[in-house]
């Protein structure tokens, strides 16, 4: 019971933090066709810069602070300075930012060295919560949190607000949405410094739980493409019950089955692709 | 004309490199002979049918391990090691290739991926057999019951140099041959092939095996050329890196690819030697080509000089 519990909230919360980096992913995706394999940069490069930024504040939130921001400016720089000059090909922008994925994990080996590192978490959530003779951490409650009020932000951005109304007409049809007025370049530039940023926050408040280490970029980019792949690119619905499937899967897998983690994650994955090519939620 | 005097004046300058190379620079163009395979591997889909793939380094690495584990663990013989791993090769892509196909433009890129990364964690967890993270050391150079021995570095270069032009040559015939221009249909409108009556669907299935195949080949090689096998020969470096030396060498051109791979090759031996952030530089090498020469080396040389290029 405890296990089982225990394993589920772990599963949740991790759940949760995929979820951040597939939603930037596949909003980036829907948007602008950019298959961004830097976004586990941004998830450790977030992490790193909080971890040092807390060594000289001491406050969790300005080292979040600063780490998102740092993330957002690379983001920024590569949407509006590179990525915009590419023809909309997924290659070529796959490459290009692959060529990201190993400059920002080669400087950060650099900077930060090859060792494991935790961020520490804030101070209030060292209390546990205890509900009868279970005791959960939490930390991975506040997490939870943090994933679901995003989703609930991002769902209703999305579908109550002028802004969400603009974001769905040029994911539809960009040409379209440009020729009614909306400003579609501002519009890209946006969601991919807020993409970069639901990275950062990922790596932030998931550093204390999972730590940050050289390979860690990768590793998560792969579970969040396979949250988009589960779920559908392009879909907020499929980023979030997809995070919330993998992130179980993982858990239990990793938990239950140490030797094969990878097939629970990945048979599942090429099941589902063989019933749906496009995903649970996709489009088409 | 000028194209085929190019290439037989560059096979003897290969053929006689021994000749002129010390012992280091002769092993550093072996090592560029066997990537520019798996590049030119990588150009039958990338290059000619259109089909990107982040996961090619799966059967350069299963080829790798097969002929590894055989030398190593059951028995060194050339014939039987390096035939089982092309059968490795063809199974792995033959199989991916069923889930993969189903997909294009970015859930290929990220299938690709995905399934190459299935064999890394296998790879690197099943540790009695592999050795898991450390790799699989101690793998001999072939023994093909020849009168002569591949154990020095001339007679392995010449091996290599062999099944390099073999491979090219028959390279060559295919994507002249009625299959290799309906890749190019393919690549440019699969659309109009369906429409023209082709089943596209089995000439990707094709070409993506036989570049699985052929990806299988170099690292049947790189195996016995570097005496160790470890999870990186099956990881997103090693595939993004065969995409980087097609690209950067031209895609769909017959040399290209085969250019580009010398070419990052040489480059990792010579920054290696000076600093410790080679994949910085690669990284930046990346962008670069990305953003300047999206027609890589063989179209600059195409713009250059005009004509046909190869």
């Known amino acids: 019971m405890t296990f089982w519990a225990i394993q589920t909230l772990n599963g949740v ?17 829907g948007l602008m066709r950019i298959l961004n394999l830097a976004h586990g940069s941004y998830y450790v490069l977030g992490a790193y810069v909080a971890l040092s930024a807390i060594g000289v504040t001491g406050s969790f939130a300005a080292a979040a602070a600063a780490g998102i921001a740092t993330v957002v400016a690379l983001g920024v720089v590569m949407e509006r300075g590179l990525l915009r000059r590419l023809p909309r090909d997924e290659l070529p922008q796959a490459l290009l930012t692959f060529g990201f994925l190993l400059i920002v994990g080669d400087l950060s080996l650099a900077i930060w060295g090859g060792t494991p590192q935790t961020l520490p978490k804030p101070a209030i959530f060292d209390a546990s919560l205890r509900v009868g003779p279970l005791v959960f951490p939490s930390y991975r409650l506040f997490v939870i949190a943090v994933g679901v009020v995003v989703g609930v932000a991002l769902w209703l951005l999305q579908e109550r607000t002028r802004l969400g109304a603009m974001l769905r007409a040029a994911i539809d049809d960009a040409e379209i949405a440009r020729a009614t007025g909306i400003n579609v370049s501002a519009l890209s530039t946006g969601v991919f410094a807020f993409g970069a940023a639901l990275a950062a926050l990922g790596g932030i408040i998931g550093g204390p739980l999972l730590g940050v280490y ?5 590793e998560i980019l792969l579970l969040a493409f396979v949250v988009v792949i589960v779920g559908g690119l392009g879909s907020l619905k499929g980023a979030f019950f997809g995070g919330l499937l993998v992130g179980l899967l993982d858990n239990f897998g990793k938990a239950l089955f140490p030797q094969f983690a990878l097939f629970t994650i990945f048979a599942p994955m090429a099941i589902i692709l063989a019933v749906r090519p496009s995903g649970l939620f996709g489009a088409r | 004309m000028r194209a085929g005097v190019a290439i037989a004046v ?4 290969l053929a006689l490199s021994p000749l002129a190379l010390s012992s280091y620079q002769l092993g550093l163009l072996t090592k560029m002979l066997i990537f520019a395979l798996f590049a030119m591997s990588l150009n039958l889909i990338l290059g000619y049918a259109g089909l990107p793939s982040l996961g090619h380094a799966a059967y350069f690495g299963v080829g790798a391990y097969t002929v590894g584990l055989l030398a190593v663990k059951v028995r060194d013989n050339f014939w ?10 063809a199974v792995t892509s033959a199989l991916f290739g069923l889930l993969a196909l189903r997909a294009r433009g970015a859930y290929l890129l990220m299938i690709t991926l995905a399934l190459a990364q299935v064999l890394w964690g296998i790879a690197f967890g099943w540790r009695w057999l592999t050795g898991g993270d450390d790799g699989l050391p101690g793998v001999p150079r072939p023994a093909a019951g020849l ?16 099944v390099f032009v073999v491979l090219t040559a028959a390279f060559w015939v295919l994507v002249r041959s009625p299959f290799g221009q309906a890749l190019v249909g393919i690549r440019e409108s699969e659309r109009r092939m369906e429409v023209l009556g082709y089943d596209t669907w089995r000439y990707k299935y094709v070409a993506f095996v036989l570049a ?14 570097n005496g160790f096998v470890s999870p990186a020969y099956l990881s997103i470096v090693f595939s993004a890196m065969a995409l980087i030396m097609v690209i950067l060498g031209g895609a769909g051109t017959l040399l290209g690819p085969a250019v580009g791979g010398a070419v990052i090759v040489l480059l990792e031996n010579v920054i290696s030697t000076h600093t410790e952030r080679w994949l910085t530089v690669l990284g930046v090498i990346y962008v670069v080509v990305t953003l300047f020469a999206p027609a890589g080396i063989m179209g600059f040389v195409r713009e250059r000089w005009g004509g046909r290029t190869v």
């Open chain 2, 10 to 13: 560059g096979v003897v300058l």
């Open chain 1, 214 to 218: 050289p390979g860690a970029d990768f």
């Open chain 1, 13 to 29: 919360s991790f759940g949760m933090l995929l979820f951040l980096l597939a939603a930037g992913l596949s909003l980036i995706f």
């Open chain 2, 80 to 89: 039987l090691d390096f035939g089982a791993g092309l059968v490795a090769a």
């Open chain 2, 147 to 162: 009168p002569w021995s591949f154990a020095g570095g001339p007679a392995f270069y010449y091996l290599v140099l062999i």
């Open chain 2, 212 to 225: 699985g195949v052929m990806a299988g080949v170099s690292g049947n090689l790189f195996v016995y050329y």
